[in-house]
């Protein structure tokens, strides 16, 4: 019982974290179709930051959030600018995408194993462990999860309760409608796909104590954990990436606790039986086409 | 979604991989005309750049290079059949961690580039596709960490040679022997499931078996699990005497920090890898949290400086990092192992055939004195000569420093220069 009762809040813990690294991608995909195959190397990178802060300035890592994300929204703007418009016109965007973001991420890898080497770096505990009912969590378990629950809050926030948010749903339920209805496209893909990065980069210090450390290819496997998630959750719905991830977490904390072997392939699983069910996710709308 | 993601990575990787060891290979000297007979010997290998293997593979990969260096400076290798010296070239590929295109890459060794021998990346990972190749095209492979038992256990095979650590089943038997001194019954096991940790962890089962012991505990993750959240806390629940972890350095950097960061204590914990790469887990782990832990003694742990061919471990550390040695580590030391293997093979083969250079290895079977220790191949070619005794990691200043608590051979008592603490005082 008190091994249930740990995998179930350790799951819940780092659900909320999985949803905090799916947030930013499931704008990206939402609204503009792309497949930011990049997502977990900006993950990673927002993670190099922290350690970069606590190796040479030994702040708290936790101050390379706050760093993270003028910088991820200015990198953000830049790769748009420089990538998004074209690819936007491209006849199969997604593909487009897919291949345009593998090469962004190899070279984000590339850029990190010149900087940090190919070995595994990790960062310092944040603080003694939490007791929660009775049972010790790492701190930064604990302060993950309460970091990430802000962040989609905002995200809500964000999505609906501001103008832009309201035109971002629009663009995410039907691009063309959304255009004749005289929303700014060009406006909400640019700050969807700023906002994406930065959730990404400010994801990247907690993704450095959750993975127990990272190197230049944690990227990868980060990133269809993500996609994994909004794919879980629904496209669009950040109650539905939360969603996504807890179910995430849980599935997989449990399967440690008790099948443990299957651990790596029963998140997967899960995904395989929500698409079979619910193709929109377990959050999504059903669409009617006429 | 991920399944075509997966596959455009996978895609998208290998075709990676080909165009930059095509530009990698470019970039040797004279490594496009390297053949079997353009006077000089070519050694073909992989290493891995970037991925998971990359932290054990590139220091290996560095111990080769040395190695080559080193005979090349002295006017090359002494080729028997040949009757006289020649200088060695290395044809190397990135195969970036990934078994698929190091599986590629081997093949191209073989066939492109017609290396006279080839070396395996570090590990059962990526040695396995080269172990399969080497049996069917018959060509002679020297796996240096490879020990994945499955390699080694289907009969007399002349086409492989692990040069540089015991099969894995026989690494635990001196783990068995310590765990049965301290009178430890309540053995906890967690292990990756790979040919390396599988086989780890099924001997010392079988091995407690023979004993009439059950581990409490006995669960395999997927190599590329970073969690270790609830998993601690299920072991915790068997209430274990000692905990073995067998997994890749990631593995043991992310359990022990696991354990760290919950305040986790249990009396005795091993993990493989902080005796093969101190700097990196005093770096990423932190001395405090190794303390009183056990791992696998290795060299430079393990002093051997009594050798027949190439340089002692002493004169080793001096030439490979000069000023540094302490930065070496066991992985720089068993590509170097390797290059002597070769280069022993070569002074006695028979002949320029892969039978007639394994022939020259058979020659000195046994009497072969490296840094690592006696050089003896089974009938399987699974070392059998360089065991490991098991270190505990003990508090030392501001770092920690091992001492040998159990001997895998009756000669290696003389090393023992501690007594095991049990159970590990709390930090």
């Not at chain 1, 009762?5 to 813990?13: C, D, K, N, T």
């Not at chain 2, 998208?12 to 353009?38: C, D, K, N, R, T």
């Not at chain 2, 289907?154 to 022997?177: I, M, R």
């Not at chain 2, 079988?206 to 009439?212: A, I, Q, R, V």
Request: aromatic fraction near 10%; include cysteine.
């Amino acid at each position: 019982m008190r091994l249930f009762e740990y995998a179930l809040i350790s799951g819940v813990l780092y659900g909320l974290f999985y949803g905090f690294i799916g947030v930013g991608l499931n704008l990206l995909f939402g609204v503009m179709r792309l497949v930011n195959l990049a997502h977990g190397d900006l993950v990673v990178w927002g993670g190099y930051l922290a350690y970069s802060l606590t190796t040479s300035a030994h702040v708290n890592p936790l101050w390379a959030i706050p760093i993270s994300i003028p910088l991820a929204l200015v990198a953000g703007f830049l790769l748009y600018v420089l990538t998004v418009p074209r690819l936007r016109r491209s006849p199969d965007t997604e593909t487009s995408s897919l291949i345009l973001f593998f090469g962004v991420s190899q070279v984000l890898e590339a850029l990190a194993t010149m900087k940090y080497g190919t070995n595994q770096v990790t960062l310092p505990e944040l603080g003694n462990p939490v007791t929660i009912f009775g049972q010790q969590y790492a701190a930064s378990l604990v302060a993950s999860a309460a970091l990430a629950v802000p962040a989609l809050a905002l995200f809500y926030l964000y999505l609906y309760r501001t103008r832009l948010g309201l035109a971002t749903r629009a663009v995410m339920a039907n691009e063309e409608e959304a255009t004749a209805s005289g929303v700014r496209i060009r406006l909400v893909a640019t700050s969807a796909f700023m906002i994406g990065l930065a959730f990404a980069a400010a994801a990247g210090p907690l993704a450095t104590f959750m993975l127990g450390g990272i190197n230049p290819t944690t990227g990868g496997g980060l990133t269809i954990t993500a996609f994994t998630i909004i794919i879980i959750g629904s496209l669009g719905n950040p109650a539905g990436t939360a969603a996504g991830g807890v179910l995430y977490g849980l599935a997989s904390s449990l399967t440690q606790a008790y099948a443990t072997a299957w651990t790596g392939m029963v998140p997967y699983a899960l995904l395989l039986v929500v698409v079979l069910v619910r193709p929109s996710g377990l959050f999504g709308r059903r669409v009617r086409v006429a | 979604m991920r399944r075509v993601i997966f596959k455009t990575y996978r895609r998208l990787a290998l075709v990676g991989a080909l165009v930059a060891s095509g530009l990698a290979v470019a970039a040797l000297p004279g490594a496009a005309s390297a053949g079997a007979s353009g006077g000089v010997i070519t050694v073909g290998t992989l290493y891995a750049n970037t991925g998971s293997f990359a932290t054990s593979s590139m220091p290996e990969y560095a111990g080769l290079q040395f190695w080559v260096k080193q005979v090349n400076a002295a006017g090359g290798m002494y080729v028997a059949p040949l009757k006289k010296k020649e200088q060695v070239k290395l044809v190397s590929f990135n195969d970036q961690s990934d078994p698929a295109t190091a599986t590629t890459l081997y093949n191209q060794l073989l066939t492109q580039n017609k290396v006279n021998v080839f070396v395996a990346d570090f590990g059962s990972v990526l040695t396995a596709p080269a172990v399969t190749i080497a049996k069917d095209q018959k060509h002679l492979l020297f796996d240096i960490t490879g020990s994945g038992t499955s390699f080694f256990s289907s009969g007399p095979n002349p086409y492989v040679v692990l040069t540089s650590l015991p099969v894995s089943a026989v690494w635990p038997k001196p783990v068995v022997g310590l765990l049965s001194s301290l009178k430890i019954k309540r053995v906890a096991i967690l292990y990756c499931q790979n040919d390396f940790d599988q086989a780890q962890a099924a001997a010392i089962q079988g091995f407690l078996s023979k004993e009439g012991l059950k581990p409490v505990y006995f669960q395999g993750v997927p190599t590329t699990q970073s969690d270790y959240s609830t998993i601690v806390q299920a072991i915790k629940g068997t209430n274990p005497q000692a905990v073995l972890e067998f997994g890749y350095p990631n593995n043991d950097i992310a359990f022990l920090n696991q354990l760290k960061s919950t305040n986790t204590h249990f009396n005795f914990v091993l993990t493989p890898f902080p005796g093969q790469l101190p700097t990196l887990f005093q770096q990423d782990v932190g001395a405090k949290a190794l303390d009183w832990g056990y791992t696998y003694a290795v060299p430079p742990i393990l002093k051997i400086n009594q050798v027949n061919i190439g340089l002692g471990l002493n004169q080793f550390l001096a030439k490979f990092a000069p000023g540094k040695e302490s930065s070496v580590n066991f992985l720089n030391v068993a590509g170097y192992n390797a290059g002597l293997a070769i280069q022993a093979a070569f002074a006695h083969a028979t002949s320029m055939s892969q039978l007639g250079i394994r022939a020259g290895l058979t020659a000195v079977n046994g009497k072969l004195q490296t840094l690592e220790g006696t050089f003896a191949l089974n009938k399987a070619g699974a070392q059998v000569g360089e065991l490991l005794p098991v270190s505990q990691m003990v508090p030392a200043g501001s770092g920690f420093a091992y001492k040998i608590v159990y001997p895998a051979t009756p000669a290696q008592k003389a090393m023992v220069n501690a007594t095991a603490k049990y159970p590990a005082p709390k930090a």
